[in-house]
């Protein structure tokens, strides 16, 4: 295990100072010891996982259900009729000066 700590510190690798909340530093201390691992495998196994998609992640419509419906007025069906809408609102055509 030392061996591959020596060459991967050989290769290249760049020294980042961050800032963590106290409870995530202890989260990191605890896996640490438990896996008796050093920290910044630890940090290093979790940024490199963050690439990746999450299960729990949540869908693009899902993230704004709450916006759908709220401005009053307009169709229930606006977005599959919006050429309709806009002509007969008079949007788009030449006003009178």
Do not use: F, W
């Not at 050093?38 to 949540?58: A, F, I, Y």
């Amino acid at each position: 295990m030392a061996y591959l700590a020596v060459a991967y510190y050989n290769s290249g690798v760049r020294t980042l100072t961050v800032r963590l909340p106290e409870a995530l530093v202890a989260e990191i201390e605890a896996e640490s010891r438990g896996r008796k691992l050093s920290k910044s495998d630890v940090v290093r196994e979790r940024l490199s996982r963050s690439g990746r998609p999450r299960h729990g992640r949540v869908a693009p419509l899902d993230a704004i259900a709450d916006l759908i419906g709220c401005v009053d007025g307009l169709p229930a069906n606006l977005s599959a009729r919006t050429k309709q809408y806009l002509r007969r609102t008079g949007y788009g055509q030449k006003r009178p000066r």
